[in-house]
């Protein structure tokens, strides 16, 4: 029985941490059979304005260019923020993809730490995301975001650009793109309305003015 198995049979969250310990991380099984990790970064800098990263892995791979691939949602907020029921950053999910080794997330504290601070830092992960947006970026991404690989004894970040290009250009992320540019058009037409209303009003205002 592996640990992700021992997981399911829980009810409490399991946390894999010391007290003197500069994070502490907490796993759990979801209602729906994934795998939530909560990663609390105690020394955070406040300029980033989260101090928690919670990933939600669907625990069933994917195959995308010959590399094994997880779906996952990411959420950023801070320990002590108020618990809501609209707007909860705790929930506020972006869906990714990446590369992962589920077996060292949940018993090697070194990689998970590796993975929720470094691999899923809040900007990087944005950066990636809007790449994926954009017909023509610098990296072809999708929602890829890469993974943490063991090279010369450390963990580091590796993007595999074979995985990036498939997800880049799948049916689900060009659909996805098609949707951005209509909101985006949307919003460009709400706003020249809005300025056009604008310019209407000051014009009877200025021949009310000349009478």
Do not use: W
Request: glycine share 4%; hydrophobic share 30%; aromatic share 8%.
């Amino acid at each position: 029985m592996g640990l992700f198995d021992k997981l399911k049979k829980q009810k409490e969250p399991v946390e894999e941490n010391k007290q003197d310990m500069p994070y502490s991380i907490q796993y759990h099984v979801t209602k729906d059979g994934k795998l939530q990790v909560e990663f609390y970064d105690k020394k955070a800098d406040f300029k980033q304005f989260y101090d928690t990263t919670r990933l939600v892995v669907d625990t069933l791979p994917k195959r995308v260019a010959n590399h094994t691939i997880y779906e996952a949602l990411v959420s950023y907020y801070a320990h002590n923020d108020p618990i809501m029921i609209e707007n909860d950053r705790r929930t506020n999910y972006k869906n990714i993809l990446l590369g992962l080794d589920l077996n060292l997330l949940q018993r090697d504290p070194n990689y998970c730490h590796s993975v929720m601070k470094t691999l899923l830092n809040k900007k990087r992960v944005e950066q990636y995301l809007q790449a994926g947006l954009e017909e023509k970026p610098d990296v072809l991404c999708g929602n890829y975001v890469g993974e943490i690989q063991k090279q010369e004894g450390q963990y580091k970040k590796v993007f595999y650009q074979d995985v990036g290009i498939a997800t880049h250009n799948s049916s689900r992320m060009v659909e996805k793109r098609g949707e951005h540019r209509k909101a985006l058009e949307q919003e460009k037409n709400k706003k020249m309305a809005s300025k056009q209303a604008e310019m209407a009003k000051l014009q009877k205002e200025i021949e009310d003015l000349s009478k």
